[in-house]
């Protein structure tokens, strides 16, 4: 259970999920002082909120005769039911051959790189191309764009999805060629129309929402994909105190990744860099530290390799160690070309 649904009063619940408190589970082993310090709150009202959540945890516990372990596969099932998954096209070939045909669903990706290597853009791209239709190869799916930048441009979501009917359209015609072509009814404003996009202006706000999106996609089922851009905005600012924040991050991965499994959907996180000390030298990493790094199942690093822009498998579980360049060009993600570098979109 959630302490979001606890019966306590809205201030109360605000400032228990703030810091990071959000599942009964993390207010277990907590005593009232513990509590009372992290909320700055009076010790006998931690008391009482942690008598509350001691009467939550009861209920939410089923009785111990009838209670039955789920999840038990051999690994032959989980084989084939990976064959399944549907993956989400980057729209560039190269690119989605290192992903192993594109984004996976069920899993969780974090994409990082400097600023101006095409991460939005990627993510403006994905937000489109998750709506193809079944009958070109997609899910037909929906989208949530969680913006907490502000570089979410709707003028560039719909150049990319206008460039995507006209890709089907083109596709169309080689298909009638073959006798097989399907009607095209998805228009650039459906696109735009399935894309719910949420715009966050604190880590607050964005703890908040990864805790609301269970309940939206379960009223929103044909959500295919949960983009992130980025994670990590607001959890690089006002933060002496790094153990709540490592807190709070695994608390919201633990959540986006239970999120992918239970909706069968994409999670496409986007990271920031930062520069680490290896051995006396600077050099660019991706933000959050090395804890975070384990939550996420599989990690691309874009980087410029001169004037070309490249992206690199740096950790997954099912995918080889590989590069691949692409473009940014005025339709989206592309395949790399030598006249499709550093161009201006808008």
Known sequence: ??????????????????????????????????????????????????????????????????????????????????????????????????????????????IGGVPGIGKTQLGIQLAVNVQIPADYGGLDGKAVYIDTEGSFMVERALQIAEASVLDMSQYNELLRKESRACQIKIQPTDILEKIYYFRICSYTEQIALINYLDKFISEHKDVKIVVIDSVTFHFRQDFEDLALRTRLLGGMALKLMNLG??????????????????????????????SWSHSCTNRVILYWNG????????KSPSLRSASASFSVTSKGIRNSASNHKRIKLM
């Open 261 to 290: 499994k239970k909706y069968n959907l994409a999670v496409v996180i986007f990271n920031q860099v930062t520069t680490k000390c290896t051995e006396g030298s600077f050099q660019l990493s991706l933000a959050l530290g090395d």
């Open 307 to 314: 004037d070309e822009r490249n992206a690199y498998i740096d």
């Open 1 to 110: 259970m959630e302490v979001g649904r606890l019966p306590l009063s809205a201030s109360q619940r605000g400032k228990l999920i703030s810091a990071g408190y959000t599942t009964l589970a993390s207010l277990s082993s907590l005593s009232p002082s513990h509590l009372a310090r992290d909320l700055r709150i009076p010790e006998s009202e931690a008391f009482e909120i942690l008598r509350v959540a001691s009467l939550g945890c009861r209920l939410e516990q089923p009785d111990k005769r009838t209670a039955i372990v789920n999840g038990g596969q051999t690994a032959w099932e989980i084989l084939n039911e990976e064959k399944l998954y549907p993956r989400i096209t980057t729209s560039c070939a190269d690119l989605d051959n290192i992903l192993g045909g594109g984004i996976n669903c069920k899993e969780v990706t974090e």
